[in-house]
């Protein structure tokens, strides 16, 4: 067995940038925090790939063949009960270490790729401690070795979320959607919170070896029924899966997906494209073994999934905005990653949605950070967001164009690039379990394809549009990040990981079924096709087609509205009927009984004071009548 | 009774006496006048002690000894009291008790 | 002699040294070397403290210290501290030592100024150390009553109106701690023996149960009034809107933690059954004071009063911990008084700075401020952060400990308490977020603001003293939770014997 | 009737009559003179108890020093010809019902009393040295100390009206 404790490493360091340049960033030159930013992350980077050799290929297997779950590093950070305690540490086991590789090539990338996207800005050094304090926050996410772990370092991805998307902070609309990703993520932790709660409750334990342990206590205790007709496990697999859904942008708590692409482009890259948001996909496959003995839950999960992955997909089709339709689409995937941890059984062939989910998020992770990266180059040098103010880019930025085209090929599902593969595999789970989902997918399959050709030739193709000043291609330190991520996404597909990541950590051999990777690629190339179509030259197609589809369409435009749902529950319920009336409660009801009391008191006083009138006769008046008075009642009235 | 006289006559007087004073004392405005109340009661109790003391007491002179320090007291009292009623004058330039309400409240 | 007799000579030597000095600058500098010498005793405290613990000393009660002060009553001089007391002390050190320099800017009497908080932080010194009722009780009366000239003199606003509120309110809840206090008097031996107001010693005794029945209430909304319990909350927003800075951070920062530590050290202590008989109304009240105290917050627009909701929502998590009655809440509440305090504290210190400049606090008219005052504007996000529990500040390490704590509470009703409790989170993040977006974020709204100064010298003294202070506490609390955790070894005992049947 | 009750007759009617007159009378001279009357008669009391020695003083202290003081202070702080207004009616009712009820409740009282009546005729005079010793003496029933508490408050009184009555300078 070789010493992992070296990983631990791979943590400290990013929190040490973070630190260094977080508190003497401003006394530095912006371009050397950029640079020990990314030199930081590059030693991450190479220590990551090196353990992930040494656990996959060199050790990482136990004695049945089946890879196990390897505590690199342990430390006590808090005690609770008696049997509950928080630790630090590092866990290694498939999962993680995949997610370790994914995580520090894409921040290596991004933090390469802000060194030319962010050169001149104010605050150059802040961004760079902030990517770094994310950086270390994901980090530490996925090596968690217990749920508790988990939840601190989820909650400082989430402050680093909103630090990055309110990079911008003079402007108004960043400022607005920090504050709407923080706290819709920060409801949905509440039921991550309630979850974890109600698990340690059943369990004892927060440990996640434990908790999924062929004999762990989350098996057998907290069956019974418990609250509509539903066991207290179950329902902490549901609360926790809520913390996911938030943070995975999982309808209903997408809302600030969408919003958060105020942030810079590397930001929307790193963060809301490869590894952030899939931190939920991350938490239900982290707690698999549970989910699977709670079928209720992982329903949830898939129906949730499965629905996000439409919904998306079909707003995406109307949004004019480039990073939206990215975030749409990202929201999309992920909601078939989700969907795929839904179908899937536990162990072997069974896990075979579990290890798609995985797979897709891992080559996911590739094509989207660098359709991102692609995007912010195109804003860098259009200086626009909207699709409109594009058109004809292909001659001007060749690299971005090719690298852009290889994504979208690759998010469409094109053999054989890598989205293919992983796609294939989540729709052959599918297909497993439900026909009629499987269609769904297989839907989403085909709007992928079709909403990203249509972002394609809008950008690239489409009319000639005239630039102020001619858009020129990015310098190499962004065209670089995009050409690496280019070549993982052309080849990450073919990573056998059937082998590899497992439910279990017992390999399996997969093969591409024909029945489904058919239907696939034809709907991928439908929907290519169509976008060709409307899209290449400037037509008034698409403008027809969504004045046919009337209401429907307006409404995929708005997003379906959610957000003014949101807004109205909100501004208005929250803000208007319980925290006005709250403060109103608060200054005439409780304030004011204190008030009246002093109020009675005063008053009282004030009536007894006037007897004190200063009229020497008055006062001898009364002494007198008291005097008769008692005189009466002691000679007459108490005579017994 | 003494030659005579009835002790309750006597009280009877000085009861009267007392009364009148304190009605005096409650209504009239003028300090001085207020003054001359007091006087009125102070005395009536001096009937009443010299009374119980010749009549009830014989032998004693209690009664009488009151009355003497009474007088004295009564005495103090007053001089004191026409200081104070001049003083008071001196700043307000009446002596009228209704108005004398500064130490109200 | 006691090195806890130091709290106690320490202040009085540095009363002594203002009244002697000559100028304000020496005022200040005599103020800063006492409070700076009561911080390192602190320190040295809590070093000593661990130090005889892991000696093996297993004493509940360490550095005792009894003499006799008043015989026909059985009165005590009688000071000593177990682990939770090192933690308040601790606690009070730092936001005296901050407050100090949060002050510098007193210009109208300072010395008066001075000796007053002075004062107040000795009482409140007293009050932790204190064993025996009636010193603590008098320890309290000390804190307490300097706040009205404190406000009264050197405050803003409407206050005479606040102080008068405070003042008040707060001698109302005095008066109920004091028949509490009598009560447990008059039946501290119930086996005979000589009455005593020895805490330990009667802590050993049982206490008959409708004595205990009767005087709870008593002394728990006593204590309750100062730890802003709903609903006798009322005093807390007005008074600290008027209060002068470092008063503001004195009182939210330290005195509101005598209630908690009252409630805690002698009211759940002493009369456990009677806890036990009441707990559910008074977990109620904790609940809705939590809920209610973020909704309350959100509507405000004047900084202060928001800290001061804020306050009353933390607050009333420190009390519903408590009343959860096991080991780890409890341990959550102490953690949750000092992450409090420390939090609160900077956060009034920042509010006060930022009032000092821009001579407003009402966020509507500010924005931007990140831009002008940057120092300022990132001390008062850290602290915004730690106080909607962010990981890696005290206010995490406290809140999760309290809400594992109390959700391993057998009951249901218990635990549905602690998930509407646990909601708080939320609110917590929407109001703290809305004032940092509006106050330091966005554009700059009056042209005026531009030229603003950041933190002097004495500003960053204080803000990052405290900052420390809550990010060491949130990186590494497992010293402070097994430190606390060593005391509360007794109250856990008697909690378990005095119910058994409910606790788990 | 006999002698006596005749004399008491008469000064019991001249007390009641004048102290009326005294609390009614709207001139304050008149009332300060009627004050005199009030207080002779009383004196006169005292000589119908033979305390001869006491109705003495009560004429010249009385009589003699305060109903002058009053004068003099009277001449200091009013003019002559003034009249007092007349108290209002919302003072005189309850006054007057006040004084009513008390001196009834009194009268009532003393009435129904069962005083002895066996009837003393000792017309005996006190002997002057008798008081005179009684005052000086330490003894049962005497009077020392008394004499001279009272002798330090005549004093104190003295120095206090003094400073009282005195110009300030200010």
Request: glycine share 8%.
């Amino acid at each position: 067995m070789i010493d992992f404790s070296y990983t631990v490493l791979i943590l400290l360091i990013p929190l040490v940038v973070f630190v260094v340049v977080g508190l003497f960033g401003n006394r530095f030159k912006p371009i050397v925090s950029g640079l020990v930013g990314t030199t930081g992350l590059f030693i991450g980077w190479v220590l990551s790939i090196f353990t992930a050799y040494n656990y996959f290929f060199v050790s990482g297997k136990g004695a049945e063949g089946a890879f196990v779950k390897v505590l690199a590093f342990s430390m006590r950070w808090l005690n609770l009960t008696d049997k509950l305690h928080i630790d630090m540490g590092v866990l290694l086991d498939p999962i993680s270490v995949m997610m370790l590789i994914v995580i520090t090539t894409v921040s290596f990338m991004v933090h390469l790729y802000s060194i030319g996207y962010m050169a001149g800005e104010k605050g150059f050094s802040r961004f760079f401690a902030t990517l770094s304090l994310f950086s270390f926050s994901m980090l530490g996410l996925v090596v968690a070795t217990n749920i508790f772990q988990m939840y601190i370092f989820w909650e400082l991805v989430g402050v680093s979320s909103y630090l990055l998307i309110g990079f911008y902070y003079t402007k108004d609309s960043a400022v607005a959607a920090s504050k709407k990703a923080f706290i819709v993520t920060r409801f949905a932790d509440l039921g991550f919170l309630i979850g974890i709660l109600m698990l340690s409750y059943a369990t004892g334990t927060f440990d996640f070896i434990k908790l999924t342990a062929p004999d762990s206590p989350a098996l057998t205790s907290g069956q019974g029924v418990w609250f509509l007709g539903l066991s207290t496990m179950t329902w902490s697999m549901i609360f926790i899966f809520m913390g996911g859904a938030g943070k995975s942008a999982m309808f209903p708590l997408h809302i600030w997906l969408p919003d958060a692409m105020e942030g810079p482009t590397p930001v929307s890259a790193l963060i809301h494209a490869a590894t952030m948001v899939v931190a939920g996909v991350y938490l239900v496959a982290r707690l698999f073994p549970i989910y699977h003995m709670n079928a209720v839950a992982l329903d949830v999960v898939m129906y949730v999934g499965a629905f996000s992955s439409i919904f998306a997909a079909v707003v995406a089709c109307t949004q004019y905005d480039i990073k939206r339709v990215l975030a749409y689409s990202t929201m999309s995937q992920i909601g078939m990653m989700m969907f795929a941890l839904g179908v899937s059984g536990y162990g072997g062939e069974e896990g075979l949605g579990f290890m798609a989910s995985m797979f897709h998020l891992f080559t996911h992770a590739f094509f989207k950070a660098l359709l991102f990266l692609g995007a912010g180059a195109i804003i860098h040098a259009v200086h626009s967001n909207v699709m409109q103010d594009m058109g004809g880019l292909r001659k001007h930025m060749p690299i971005t164009h090719a690298t852009f085209l290889i994504a979208c090929l690759a998010i469409a599902g094109i053999p054989p690039l890598s989205g293919f593969f992983s796609k294939d595999e989540i729709l052959a789970a599918g297909h497993m379990k439900s026909m009629f989902l499987f269609i769904v997918e297989l839907t989403v399959s085909g709007l992928t394809a079709f909403y990203m050709f249509r972002l394609y030739y809008n950008i690239f193709w489409g009319k000639n549009t005239h630039y102020h000043h001619t858009p020129h291609e990015a310098p190499l330190t962004m065209t670089l990040p995009l050409m690496i991520l280019a070549l993982g996404a052309l080849f990450a597909g073919l990573v056998p990981f059937a082998s590899l990541v497992t439910s279990d950590g017992m390999p399996f051999e997969t093969h591409i079924e024909l029945g489904v990777a058919i239907p696939a690629v034809l709907a991928g190339l439908i929907g290519i096709t169509i976008a060709t179509l409307m899209y290449r030259k400037e037509t008034n197609v698409p403008e027809r087609i969504f004045n046919t589809l009337g209401g429907f369409s307006k409404a995929a435009f708005n997003k379906f509205y959610i957000d003014e749902v949101y807004l109205f529950i909100t501004k208005k319920i929250l803000f208007n009927y319980v925290s006005r009336p709250v403060a109103w409660f608060d200054r005439h009801i409780v304030d004011g009984a204190m008030n009246g009391m002093a109020y009675v008191t005063n008053e009282a006083s004030d009536r007894v004071k006037k007897l004190q009138s200063g009229q020497v006769q008055q006062y001898a008046l009364v002494f007198v009548s008291g005097a008769l008075l008692l005189a009466l009642l002691f000679i007459y009235l108490w005579t017994n | 009774m003494f030659e005579g006289v009835p002790l309750t006559w006597f009280l009877i007087t000085g009861t009267i006496m007392f009364f009148v004073g304190i009605y005096g004392f409650l209504v009239r405005k003028n300090l001085i006048t207020m003054l001359m109340s007091i006087e009125l009661i102070l005395n009536s109790v001096n009937i009443n002690f010299v009374a119980f003391n010749k009549i009830l007491y014989p032998g004693h002179l209690e009664g009488m000894f009151f009355t003497i320090f009474i007088i004295a007291v009564a005495a103090a009292e007053a001089s004191v009291a026409i200081a104070i009623i001049i003083n008071i004058y001196r700043r307000l330039v009446n002596i009228d008790v209704e108005k004398m309400n500064e130490m109200k409240y | 002699m006691s090195i806890l007799t130091l709290f106690i000579i320490i202040p009085v030597l540095t009363i002594i040294g203002i009244l002697f000095s000559k100028n304000h600058m020496q005022v200040k500098w005599v103020s800063v070397i006492g409070m700076s010498l009561q911080l390192i005793s602190a320190l040295a405290l809590i070093f000593l403290y661990l130090a005889e613990r892991r000696a093996g000393n297993m004493a509940e009660i360490l550095f005792v210290q009894d003499n006799l002060w008043y015989e026909s009553l059985n009165i005590h001089f009688y000071i000593g501290v177990d682990g939770v007391s090192v933690a308040m002390i601790g606690l009070t050190a730092l936001v005296v030592f901050a407050g100090i320099f949060a002050s510098w800017d007193i210009v109208d009497l300072p010395r008066e100024f001075f000796t007053s908080l002075i004062l107040l932080a000795s009482g409140v010194f007293g009050f932790f150390i204190s064993l025996d009722l009636f010193t603590m009780f008098l320890f309290y009366e000390l804190a307490v009553i300097p706040m009205y000239l404190l406000i009264g003199i050197w405050g803003s606003g409407p206050r005479h109106y606040s102080a008068m509120k405070l003042t008040l309110m707060l001698m109302g809840g005095s008066a109920f701690i004091l028949l509490g206090l009598l009560g447990i008097y008059f039946n501290s031996a119930p086996s005979g023996g000589p009455l005593t107001f020895d805490l330990i010693k009667i802590s050993k005794e049982h206490i008959p149960i409708a004595a205990q029945n009767f005087l709870f209430p008593f002394l728990f909304v006593g204590f309750g009034v100062l730890g802003a319990m709903f609903p006798f909350h009322t005093w807390s927003p007005d008074g600290h809107a008027s209060a002068p800075t470092a008063v503001s951070m004195l009182h939210a920062g330290v005195l509101m933690k005598l209630g908690g530590y009252g409630c805690y050290r002698v009211a759940v202590f002493l009369l456990p059954e009677g806890a036990h008989y009441w707990g559910w109304l008074f977990l109620i009240l904790a609940t809705i004071g939590v809920i209610y105290g973020a909704f309350g917050a959100i509507w405000q627009k004047d900084l202060k009063y928001i800290n001061a909701y804020s306050s009353v929502s933390h607050c009333a998590l420190v009390l519903f911990a408590i009343l959860m009655f096991n080991q780890t809440a409890i341990n959550g509440a102490i953690m949750q008084m000092i992450s409090h305090g420390i939090m609160t504290a900077l956060f009034f210190a920042l509010i006060g700075m930022i009032y000092g400049r821009t001579h407003t606090r009402y966020i509507n008219e500010m924005g931007g401020l990140m831009k002008v005052m940057p120092f300022l504007a990132v001390a008062y996000v850290i602290a915004g952060l730690a106080s909607l529990g962010l990981p890696g500040f005290s206010g995490f390490v406290a809140e999760m400990t309290i809400f594992v704590g109390s959700f391993q509470h057998p009951d249901t009703f218990h635990r549905v308490c602690t998930i509407i409790a646990a909601s708080s989170i939320v609110v917590t993040a929407v109001y703290v977020l809305r004032v940092v977006g509006v106050l330091l974020l966005g554009k700059i709204k009056n042209e005026a603001f531009e030229t603003l100064p950041d933190a002097k010298w004495h500003d960053r003294m204080s803000v990052v003293a405290l900052i420390a202070g809550i990010t060491i506490i949130g990186s590494a609390p497992l010293w402070l939770s097994d430190m606390i955790n060593g005391g509360l070894g007794p109250i856990v005992q008697k909690l378990l014997a005095a119910a058994p049947a409910i606790m788990p | 009737m006999t002698t006596n009750q005749l004399m008491f007759a008469i000064f019991a009617a001249v007390i009641i009559i004048f102290s009326i007159l005294t609390v009614t009378s709207r001139r304050i001279l008149r009332a300060a003179t009627f004050l005199l009357f009030v207080l002779v008669a009383t004196g006169g009391m005292y000589f119908l108890l033979r305390f001869n020695f006491l109705a003495a003083i009560q004429l010249t202290l009385y009589a003699g020093g305060i109903v002058v003081l009053i004068i003099f202070s009277i001449l200091l702080t009013s003019h002559i010809g003034e009249k007092l207004e007349a108290p209002s009616v919302k003072k005189i009712i309850p006054a007057f019902i006040a004084a009513g009820f008390g001196a009834a409740l009194c009268i009532l009282t003393i009435v129904q009393h069962p005083f002895p009546q066996e009837v003393i005729s000792s017309s005996e005079r006190t002997d002057i040295r008798v008081i005179a010793k009684a005052l000086i003496s330490t003894e049962k029933f005497g009077y020392a100390l008394p004499f001279e508490v009272i002798s330090i408050l005549l004093l104190a009184a003295m120095v206090g009206a003094i400073i009282l009555a005195k110009k300030r300078k200010d």
